[in-house]
């Protein structure tokens, strides 16, 4: 076990972390902010997906693909909110799941009536197919590298607006007292469907990134959205920081073991333990890590103050 | 011809009176297949299939009119009960055929074969049905699901290919595909990997893999984990230079969706849709003419089933309670088949050959799949001594 393959088994793992940061972030803000459970979170990553599939179909390029599939998961988003998840928020959690539960079976039916069941091929432009050298004899695909990149960047963008702009001043506020927040005369309505804008956007953002190396289909969405309901409340809930140390702890504490899980077990204990124990275990790690943490820490590591 | 067969059957009904008045009535055939969810795309082949097979017999089976009730098993099997139990109970189906998921069929088979009515199986392919939970009332119209990985270790112990990575979903079937390539392949497996079922992101495994430094790769991902496992693959930087074999994981649902990545990957199979015999061309063609796209395996095994059963109910002159009749009838596999002429073995599967298939990109840029080699001829499978039944 060489340590360039750990190297590159970490970058695998931020990797994910990153895209599943992408989803969390939307959705830990809206169950913060808004008391809202919001299982529909992944039908605005596949919307955002397929969007961006038929934009750049459209337009013939991929980056005013990408722009109009982000805008479109944007929309969607807002009209989700101002249409269904305005009646919800005085509603107690069960209604929520329900009505967004329902409006998974709507997005997803709705999407294979437009672009049918077959899975969907994602071209990418040619200088993101390749793939770059990091060491000798490691190469690593050259979109991986840039999701990682978007991802940060966006983490960044982030990290600004909800700690050094007033919107994010609102939000926070609205995570830890809402009621306070309505008083004091804010819009809480309009802030609550930008918030949910925003989010359906980072969840299509995400979605776009997971195109090209997904499988483009309705019900993409319910595929990733459990392990981001582990990285939320393994975050912490509604804290964006939270979701993006969740996220990465998630990301590289998966792809770490279904890496090195099965090889460390037999060598520690014995081959057909490694062979029987090694792939279970890997796959329910996660969850293992996320029963730790609300042993530990109920409220997440970063809760937010409420 | 089918005329006559109609006026044998209506001098069989004047004959037999009150209970042939019954028989003048409508042909049922339940057929569930999973239309809803991401496996739906499957279903939606399958049912295709079998409106082609109708249009074929000119909307007739067995030269009676017919009736084909689609069901949707949700890919569940406690599903895939309630909608055999409504086709037997409510709609008085005289045969129920389909069926993708082998545990699906597990539930269904013997829920259809304790009404004593026929089920014809069109993919899935469990092996204890083939083994010693065979019946008289069951006839597969696919394969057992070792016979393509069996076919596949025979391709690559034959060539000489050492040094081989396997990869597979844990689950039962994932399992019993790295069985059956291993009855035949004895060469050197560099490592054995199990990933999550319905995993979504390969590239931990693949890093590992390349790690390995294997001489080839064996693969079984169906459906969606097939088109993300190809598609990571190739931006790995790993295809065209690590050959890639897989069962079940290329085909033309998945051709479409990975198209480039697809090329130059080997499958093994039973059937493709350029396999030459008079039957499978008629139904390649008249497929794309009707639905504009290449028909892929599922499809053709549902369209054979539909042929299967129409065979039998012209030879039982359209006496359909005859369930014994019937069995007979079907045992002699007297039909068109896509495979070309086959014969059932004991276990009422079929006896067929395994192809070795190559992905190949066209002048006209279209990717298909190509006949290479035969790698099996009339392979039987590895449960049928399991089955008790002698005929």
Redesign the interface.
């Known amino acids: 076990m060489?340590w360039i393959?750990v190297f590159?088994?970490l970058l695998?793992?931020v990797?994910?972390g990153v895209t599943l940061f992408l989803m969390a972030a939307g959705l830990t803000l809206v169950l913060g902010i808004m008391n809202l459970v919001n299982l529909a979170h992944g039908s605005l990553y596949m919307v955002g997906a397929y969007l961006t599939l038929a934009a750049t179909q459209w337009t013939g390029n991929y980056f005013a693909g990408v722009a109009l599939g982000l805008l479109g998961a944007l929309v969607i988003g807002m009209l989700v909110e101002v249409i269904t998840l305005r009646a919800l928020y005085e509603r107690d959690h069960l209604d929520q799941v329900l009505a967004t539960f329902g409006l998974i079976l709507f997005f997803?039916e709705l999407v294979?009536i437009l672009w049918?069941?077959?899975?969907?091929?994602a071209q990418l432009p040619g200088w993101l197919?390749?793939?770059v050298e990091l060491f000798a004899g490691s190469?690593y695909?050259v979109?991986?590298l840039s999701v990682i990149f978007v991802g940060l960047i966006v983490a960044v963008v982030l990290w600004y607006v909800v700690t050094r702009t007033r919107l994010g001043m609102l939000i926070r506020a609205g995570a830890t007292n809402r009621t306070m927040v309505a008083a004091l005369g804010v819009n809480i309505r309009l802030l609550y469907t930008v918030v949910f804008g925003f989010g359906a956007a980072l969840a299509g953002l995400a979605g776009v990134m997971?195109g090209?190396?997904?499988?483009?289909?309705?019900?993409?969405g319910e595929?990733?959205l459990i392990q981001v309901f582990v990285v939320i409340v393994i975050g912490g809930i509604g804290s964006v920081r939270g979701a993006l140390v969740g996220a990465l702890i998630v990301g590289v504490v998966d792809?770490?073991g279904?890496?090195f899980l099965?090889p460390a077990l037999s060598t520690m204990i014995s081959p057909t333990a490694g062979?029987a124990a090694g792939?279970?275990l890997?796959?329910m790690l996660i969850y293992l890590l996320m029963a730790v943490v609300l042993a530990l820490r109920p409220a997440g590591l970063f809760p937010a103050r409420g | 011809m089918i005329r006559h067969f109609i006026a044998g059957a209506l001098a069989a009904s004047v004959a037999f009176a009150a209970p042939a008045f019954a028989q003048q009535q409508k042909l049922r055939i339940g057929f569930i297949t999973t239309m809803s969810?991401?496996q739906?795309?499957i279903g939606?082949y399958m049912r295709d299939s079998v409106e082609l097979a109708l249009d074929h017999l000119g909307r007739k089976v067995g030269g009676m009119d017919v009736e084909v009730i689609y069901g949707d098993d949700q890919t569940k099997p406690d599903v895939g009960v309630q909608v055999a139990e409504e086709m037997l109970k409510k709609h008085n189906v005289d045969f129920v055929a389909g069926i993708i998921w082998s545990n699906v069929m597990m539930a269904v088979a013997p829920v259809v074969n304790g009404a004593g009515k026929i089920m014809v199986g069109t993919n899935a392919g469990a092996s204890p049905l083939a083994g010693n939970q065979c019946n008289e009332l069951y006839f597969s119209t696919s394969w057992n699901n070792d016979q393509t990985p069996e076919a596949m270790g025979k391709f690559l112990q034959d060539s000489g290919v050492n040094d081989i990575y396997v990869m597979a979903p844990?689950y039962q079937a994932g399992k019993d595909m790295v069985a059956g390539l291993k009855r035949y392949y004895k060469g050197r497996i560099v490592e054995?990997?199990?990933?999550?079922l319905?995993q979504?992101?390969y590239?931990?495994?693949i890093?590992?893999l390349r790690?390995k430094n294997p001489k080839a790769v064996f693969a079984f991902y169906p459906g969606?984990?097939g088109?993300?496992f190809l598609?990571?693959y190739e931006?790995?930087?790993l295809h065209g230079k690590l050959p890639l074999y897989t069962v079940y994981t290329v085909d033309e649902?998945?051709i479409?969706?990975?198209?480039d990545a697809a090329v130059g990957i080997k499958e093994a199979r039973f059937w493709s849709p350029d396999l030459k015999n008079p039957a499978n061309e008629k139904y390649v063609n008249d497929y794309k003419k009707k639905y504009g796209k290449l028909p892929v395996f599922y499809g053709a095994q549902s369209y054979d089933g539909i042929m299967l059963i129409d065979s039998a109910v012209k030879a039982t002159k359209g006496n359909v309670k005859d369930t014994k009749a019937l069995v007979q009838a079907m045992r002699k596999a007297n039909y068109p088949s896509i495979r070309g002429p086959f014969q059932f073995n004991n276990n009422h599967h079929p006896i067929q050959n395994f192809y070795l298939l190559d992905t190949v990109k066209l002048p006209s840029g279209d990717i298909e799949m190509r006949i290479q080699k035969t790698i099996f001829e009339k392979h039987k499978d590895s449960y049928h001594q399991d089955c008790k039944m002698k005929w």
Request: without cysteine.
């Open positions: 060489s393959l590159e088994q695998n793992g990797q994910l997803n294979a049918g069941r077959a899975s969907l091929y197919r390749g793939h190469t695909p979109y991986r997971a090209p190396i997904y499988s483009v289909q309705p019900g993409m595929l990733i792809t770490l279904r890496a099965k062979e792939p279970a890997a796959s | 969810g991401p739906g795309v939606g844990n054995e990997v199990y990933t999550k319905g979504q992101d590239q931990a495994e890093t590992q790690a969606g984990m088109i993300q598609r990571q931006q790995a930087g649902i998945s479409p969706a990975v198209k």
